[in-house]
């Protein structure tokens, strides 16, 4: 039996409300010879038209990701991901993450949760993020 990979994650926003219409995740290996950038794993789902939180151009997001999206359940290109879903919770977020790695060939992962600091470095927007968390 293969051993799990190990990854360490971050959620780029700070989350106000139960659930979103997206995230973008950040992602490393806890390999510590790893050296290389995070991935950004942004994922999408559907949204509500009606909901003016989840964005102005909703309708015709949704209109695109009906149409890359036909009969199955996601679609990824590279780092990005549509989900068959109105909005996702922490979990299924989670899950939808573990989607993303079985579908690129990375079926046996286990990830956990880790400080943005610990991206410091790896990716620019979490650079950004800590500076302004400092000058907060």
């Known amino acids: 039996m293969t051993e799990p990979v190990h990854w360490k994650y971050c959620f780029a926003h700070t989350w106000s409300k139960e659930s979103a219409v997206w995230e973008d995740v950040l992602l490393l290996p806890q390999d510590p010879a790893y050296d290389g950038e995070a991935v950004q794993l942004t994922v999408d789902a559907f949204g509500d038209v009606g909901d003016p939180t989840h964005g102005g151009e909703r309708a015709e997001f949704q209109k695109k990701a009906l149409q890359k999206l036909g009969d199955r359940e996601c679609w990824i290109e590279s ?35 880790a400080p943005i600091e610990e991206f410091k470095g790896r990716y620019p927007y979490a650079d950004l993020l800590i500076t302004l968390q400092k000058k907060l």
Request: no cysteine.
């Open 79 to 113: 780092s990005d991901m549509i989900v068959r879903a109105t909005d996702f919770n922490k979990q299924e977020l989670i899950q939808w993450v573990h989607r993303w790695f079985s579908e690129t060939g990375l079926p046996q992962i286990e990830l956990a949760t």
